[in-house]
Nanobody, 127 residues
Framework: QVQLRESGGGLVEAGASLRLSCGGS????????MGWFRQAPGKEREFVGV????????????RMSDSVNGRFTISRDNAQNTVYLQMNSLIPEDTAVYYC????????????????WGQGTQVTVSS
């Protein structure tokens, strides 16, 4: 079992930055694919970004959705069992509940392929 807990959400003005954190426990964190998703009111859950260990090359690979690419970045600190979502140049359309998720195996952009989820943290961006 993997337990995840997000923090760092809040209410900000457009153009501001926030950094979300997701702390993990329960098993080895470093080999998990870690994803960020978000869900706005009345909308389906949306992929934001993912990071996964590329064992052969010795680096972590990350991919962001087109809607946040260039504004959001994902990183991880395995020693702290934590993954981060740095969000810059926030716009009102980024308003949503943000979730981190974990899975064993390769990266995925599909929320149904992640068995482990945090409780979510609200991000609200005012215009």
């Amino acid at each position: 079992q993997v337990q995840l807990r997000e923090s760092g959400g809040g209410l900000v003005e457009a153009g501001a930055s926030l950094r979300l954190s997701c702390g993990g426990s329960g098993r080895t964190f470093s080999d998990l694919a870690m994803g960020w998703f978000r869900q706005a009111p009345g909308k389906e859950r949306e992929f934001v970004g993912v990071t996964v260990w590329m064992g052969g090359s010795g680096v972590y690979w990350a991919r962001m959705s087109d809607s946040v690419n260039g504004r959001f970045t994902i990183s991880r600190d395995n020693a702290q069992n934590t993954v981060y979502l740095q969000m810059n140049s926030l716009i009102p359309e980024d308003t949503a509940v943000y979730y981190c998720a974990a899975r064993s195996g390769p990266s995925s952009y599909v929320s149904d392929e992640y068995p482990y989820w945090g409780q979510g943290t609200q991000v609200t961006v005012s215009s």
